[in-house]
Structures are given as C-alpha cells and as structure tokens.
C-alpha cells in the first residue's frame, strides 16, 4: 500500500497597490503529466483555495522529493473577481512549508 506523501504547506499572499485581497482564488496543479509518487499517477487538475481577510492563502502541495515520475513543478496562480494578478512556476522544497514569495 503507498505511503502518504509528504506535503509542503504553501503560503500566498495576494495584494493589488499593497492591500490584501480577501477571497482571491489562489491555484496550483502539476505542469508534468504523468507525474507519479510511489507508482501513482497524479491529475493535473486545479486545486484551489480562497485568500483570508490578510489576502492569504494555503495550500499543501507534493515536495519536490517525493516524485518518482516528473519534476514536482507546479504552476501557481492568482485570481481576484476574474482577473489574473499573477502566475509562477515552482517546485516545492522538500520542507513541511514555504513561502511562494521565496520560491520565485
């Protein structure tokens, strides 16, 4: 039976002219396909969260050393009443979290 992978909890912060944004979507999925850990392939579908009152947001993603098939990148991306404020792309550290702001 696979083992659950470890997850590195990012954290985002989405802002327009240094205000936070409550409520922005805040998205991520694998740009490899396939993608695999321990034999199971991974979708490349959005995972998605909303922003808090701080314009935060969280999500647990795959560390980058857990992948035994693809790099472990992902696109990232945020949204606020349907307009794009940005997309990265990046790998998750093989630690329990991170900050996007490092990562780029």
Avoid: H
């Amino acid at each position: 039976m696979p083992t659950q992978p470890a997850l590195c909890t990012l954290t985002a912060s989405v802002q327009l002219n240094g205000s936070p944004l409550e409520k922005a979507t805040v998205r991520a999925r694998l740009t490899t396909n396939p993608s695999t850990v321990d034999g199971i392939f991974l979708s490349t579908a959005w995972a998605s969260v909303k922003t808090d009152i701080s314009g935060t947001a969280e999500l647990d993603l795959i560390q980058q050393g857990e992948f035994t098939q693809g790099d472990g990148t992902y696109t990232i991306e945020a949204y606020f009443k349907g307009k794009k404020m940005w997309s990265v792309t990046a790998q998750m550290p093989n630690e329990s979290t991170a900050n996007l702001e490092d990562l780029i």
